[in-house]
């Protein structure tokens, strides 16, 4: 008896910058906002597909996440901050206005592991500055 796996289905979500991503509905439903519109959209049967906004997420914000969470998949034994550190880390630099962008699109999107892993390691960057001299000129927060 052959078994027929039912194909992955594709939900479609637009940044706050305009840019469409087809994404697995399994990670499409760890985002809570749009668990939630697809929950209203089943119980008042309306059904639609129009792009779901992610208004306080960017494109470079969602295709890091993106990454991130096959990469939580496919590495089930690895931490999330571990994954994490692998993917901002590359370089050896690290980009303090994308982390923190990271860390306000995982707490919109209520995805607690990515929101814990980016502000576990943007409290480690914090640390790892030294200084308040240095957390301000990283992060561009003028002086008082």
Same mark, same amino acid.
């Given at each position: 008896?052959?078994?027929?796996?039912?194909?992955?289905?594709?939900?479609?979500?637009?940044?706050?910058?305009?840019?469409?991503?087809?994404?697995?509905?399994?990670?499409?439903?760890?985002?809570?906002?749009?668990?939630?519109?697809?929950?209203?959209?089943?119980?008042?049967?309306?059904?639609?597909?129009?792009?779901?906004?992610?208004?306080?997420?960017?494109?470079?914000?969602?295709?890091?996440?993106?990454?991130?969470?096959?990469?939580? =998949?496919? %590495? @089930?034994?690895?931490?999330?901050? /571990?994954? +994490?550190?692998? *993917? =901002?880390? %590359? @370089?050896?630099?690290?980009?303090? /206005?994308? +982390?923190?962008? *990271? =860390?306000?699109?995982?707490?919109?999107?209520?995805?607690?592991? +990515?929101?814990?892993?980016?502000?576990?390691?943007?409290?480690?960057?914090?640390?790892?500055?030294?200084?308040?001299?240095?957390?301000?000129?990283?992060?561009?927060?003028?002086?008082?």
């Amino acid at each position: 008896m052959s078994t027929v796996s039912k194909p992955k289905e594709l939900l479609t979500l637009k940044t706050n910058d305009g840019k469409i991503f087809k994404v697995d509905e399994v990670l499409a439903l760890q985002m809570c906002p749009v668990r939630d519109l697809l929950m209203l959209e089943e119980w008042k049967s309306l059904y639609t597909e129009d792009a779901i906004p992610l208004l306080r997420v960017n494109s470079r914000s969602l295709s890091f996440i993106i990454k991130w969470w096959s990469a939580m =998949v496919d %590495k @089930k034994e690895t931490t999330a901050l /571990q994954i +994490l550190k692998d *993917l =901002v880390l %590359k @370089k050896n630099m690290v980009d303090y /206005q994308f +982390l923190m962008q *990271l =860390v306000m699109a995982s707490n919109y999107l209520q995805m607690d592991d +990515l929101l814990k892993a980016s502000s576990q390691l943007l409290a480690e960057v914090l640390i790892s500055c030294g200084s308040v001299d240095n957390i301000r000129q990283n992060f561009n927060v003028p002086s008082d």
